[in-house]
């Protein structure tokens, strides 16, 4: 069994927001996907667009991806890596392509002199802590993350 990463194209584009639906699925948040093909080609795949998308694959056959950006530290004065999504189809987690993916992007954030690599998790999902810190991924509970979205993010845009 071979496990190949390679960078997404804008072909993968209905294989991307296939993954991101089942994903969503498994978050038990179906209802909230709205991004269309369309949308996945614009947002990662323009000339102006600032994430990347990789795609893993057994054998040829697309059982997972991964969806990143760069975000950047003030105080180290350097980017960051953060993993906005990342997901293997249920029946290969158990293939390790999981971690080849995460360490695949481990090594762009070296290779690219970033000061870390951070991702989120649902606190329920238990299987994935358990997995981040075994490979030496840190809670940061100091932190609590806000989001501004939806009617409120143009409401406040616009007082």
């Not at 690599?117 to 993350?145: H, M, R, T």
Request: net charge positive; glycine share 4%.
């Amino acid at each position: 069994m071979s496990i190949i990463i390679r960078e997404a194209t804008i072909e993968d584009s209905s294989l991307i927001l296939k993954f991101v639906k089942e994903l969503a699925k498994f978050e038990k948040a179906a209802s909230e996907v709205s991004a269309t093909i369309k949308d996945i080609q614009r947002s990662i795949f323009s000339t102006t667009s600032t994430v990347y998308a990789l795609i893993c694959c057994i054998n040829e056959e697309p059982i997972g991806f991964a969806v990143y950006f760069y975000n950047y530290s003030t105080w180290k004065g350097k980017n960051g890596l953060f993993l906005e999504d990342i997901y293997i189809s249920p029946k290969y987690r158990s293939k390790s392509a999981g971690k080849m993916l995460l360490k695949h992007l481990a090594k762009i954030a070296v290779s690219q002199d970033c000061s870390r690599f951070e991702l989120s998790v649902l606190d329920w999902n238990k299987s994935a802590i358990k997995f981040y810190e075994s490979i030496g991924a840190k809670p940061q509970s100091e932190w609590i993350n806000y989001r501004l979205e939806g009617k409120d993010l143009e409401e406040f845009a616009n007082k």
